[in-house]
Every structure is written in structure tokens, then in C-alpha cells.
């Protein structure tokens, strides 16, 4: 895959990952866009490093996508965990 492709699939992967984890963002939709992107390319790099499975050059391969979203759920939960909102509010 090019790298049109993993930004194409880190959008669609940051989507997911927002409707899977609802909520405020503190960086709203633009930040919630660069972690997906940001998340598909960390958990493509996990998947092919520690998990041995090598990322498939097809875009429409399961593992590439379950791979970019884990990575996406990974990134999106940790930056709310650094970045985000009392819940007093």
C-alpha cells in the first residue's frame, strides 16, 4: 500500500475508533483524524514487528484493518488519558 492509502485507511480507522469509543475528544474532530492516522501506521508497525504478522499490501485485508483501528483505540485512549477533561465537569 502507498502512503496515500494508509492515510486514507487511518481516516477510516479514526472514525471507527470514535464511534467505538464515544465521548469528548480535547482535540475534536481534527485531532481525532490525526490519531487515526497516527494509529494506523503505530499498530501496522506492531503487527508486523511483535506480532510476526507481516501487513498484507491489499487495503481490503482484515488484519490490516483490525490492526489500524487497534492502533487508532490504542493511541485515541492514551491521548484522553493525557490530554483530556476532568470528569467533574
Given at each position: 500500500?502507498?502512503?496515500i492509502s ?12 470514535k464511534v ?10 481534527i485531532g ?58
Amino acid at each position: 500500500m502507498g502512503i496515500i492509502s494508509w492515510i486514507v485507511l487511518g481516516l477510516l480507522a479514526g472514525v471507527i475508533a470514535k464511534v467505538l469509543l464515544p465521548g469528548r475528544d480535547p482535540g475534536g474532530l481534527i485531532g481525532t483524524t490525526l490519531i487515526g492516522v497516527a494509529g494506523a501506521f503505530v499498530g501496522g508497525w506492531i503487527s508486523a514487528r511483535f506480532l510476526d504478522r507481516p501487513i498484507n499490501a491489499q487495503f481490503y485485508d482484515g488484519a490490516t484493518w483490525i490492526s489500524a483501528i487497534g492502533g487508532a483505540l490504542v493511541l485515541l485512549i492514551a491521548y484522553r488519558i493525557l490530554f483530556g477533561h476532568s470528569r467533574s465537569r
